[in-house]
C-alpha cells in the first residue's frame, strides 16, 4: 500500500489544511515537551515566527529513564489544544500507548509515532484505525524495509495519510545522539509514495547541528523537517541541548524562505 510500484505519484498529505509532500519543505516546531501553557505558548510563537505551519510538543514523552519528566498527559494535550487556538498552528504530538489513541486523536491533528514504537504493531494498527494523519518515526535500529512495513501497518487499516520521519539511527558513533542517515530520504521516496521529513534535532542531539542537519534536509529533497524550539532551553525538562532559541531563529527562517508554505 505504501509501495511506489503500485502509486508512482508521490503523495501530499495534509494536517489541518497544511500540505506535507512534494512541493514545498514544510517546517514543524514548537518544544520537545509541553511543560506549562507559558512555555508551550512561547515555544508555539518562536515556531510561527520561523516559518513554522504546524506546531509539534509532546504530552506523552517515552523517556529512557523511569524516573525523567514524562510529560503532562492529558493536561498537555489540553494546553496544545489551547495554543493551537491561540496561533492558528495544527497540532502534532506524540501517542505511545494504543489505548490512549483515541484520546490523543480528539485533540491532535496529527499523531505521532515515535523511535521506540515504531514496531509497536499494535500502536501501528490503533492509529491506522483512528482518521488522523500519522507521522511515523524511523525506529533507531530499523532498516528502511522495516520502516517501510510498519508504515505498512498503519495503511493496513486503510489510513494512507503516513509521513515518515528520518529521525537518525545508532551506530558506533558517539559524537552526535543518533547518525542522521540523509540518504534514507531518497531511498524511501524512491521505493515509497510516501512524504519523507526529517529531524535534525533528535538526530544530532545538539544545538548548533541542527541548522547545518536541516541545510543537508533540505539539498537531499526532505518533505519538511521537525525542529525543537524552547524559550529557556537551561530550565528545559526535555532535551534543552536540542532545543533552538531566539537567536537561532532568524537563520532558521532564512533557510526555510526558500520554500514558502502552501496553504
Ligand atoms: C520526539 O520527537 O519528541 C521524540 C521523542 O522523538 P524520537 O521518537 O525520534 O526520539
Not at 483515541?102 to 491533528?109: E, F, I, K, T
Not at 498503519?154 to 515518515?164: K, M, P, S, W
Not at 521529513?197 to 547541528?209: F, Q
Not at 541542527?210 to 519538511?224: F, K, Q, S
Request: proline share 7%; net charge negative.
Amino acid at each position: 500500500l505504501v509501495s511506489r510500484d503500485n502509486h508512482p505519484e508521490r503523495s501530499t498529505v495534509r494536517v489541518g489544511g497544511v500540505p506535507i509532500g512534494p512541493e514545498t519543505v514544510t517546517l514543524i516546531a514548537g518544544p520537545c515537551a509541553v511543560e506549562t501553557p507559558q512555555q508551550t505558548l512561547q515555544a508555539a510563537l518562536m515556531a510561527k515566527a520561523a516559518g513554522a505551519t504546524l506546531l509539534r510538543g509532546g504530552a506523552y514523552k517515552p523517556r529512557t529513564s523511569p524516573y525523567a519528566f514524562q510529560g503532562l498527559g492529558e493536561a498537555g494535550l489540553r494546553i496544545l489544544a489551547d495554543v493551537r487556538e491561540e496561533t492558528g498552528l495544527p497540532v502534532v504530538t506524540e501517542v505511545v500507548d494504543a489505548h490512549d489513541v483515541d484520546l490523543v486523536a480528539s485533540y491532535a491533528d496529527m499523531l505521532q509515532i515515535g523511535t521506540r514504537n515504531a514496531q509497536n504493531f499494535a500502536l501501528l494498527q490503533a492509529v491506522g484505525g483512528v482518521g488522523k494523519p500519522v507521522m511515523l518515526k524511523r525506529g533507531m535500529n530499523a532498516t528502511i524495509e522495516e520502516w517501510l512495513m510498519a508504515a505498512e501497518y498503519i495503511a493496513q487499516r486503510g489510513n494512507l495519510d503516513i509521513v515518515l520521519c528520518e529521525r537518525g539511527i545508532r551506530t558506533f558513533e558517539t559524537a552526535t545522539r543518533n547518525t542522521l542517515d540523509v540518504s534514507a530520504v531518497p531511498v524511501a521516496q524512491r521505493l515509497s509514495h510516501l512524504p519523507v521529513i526529517i529531524d535534525p534535532s533528535h538526530s544530532g542531539g545538539k544545538r548548533d547541528l541542527v541548522l547545518p542537519l536541516t541545510r543537508a534536509a533540505i539539498a537531499v529533497g526532505a518533505d519538511g523537517v521537525i525542529i525543537d524550539v524552547h524559550p529557556h532551553p537551561e530550565q528545559a525538562l526535555c532535551d534543552g541541548p536540542q532545543a533552538l532559541v531566539d537567536g537561532d531563529l532568524e537563520e532558521l527562517a532564512r533557510v526555510m524562505a526558500q520554500f514558502p508554505p502552501l496553504l
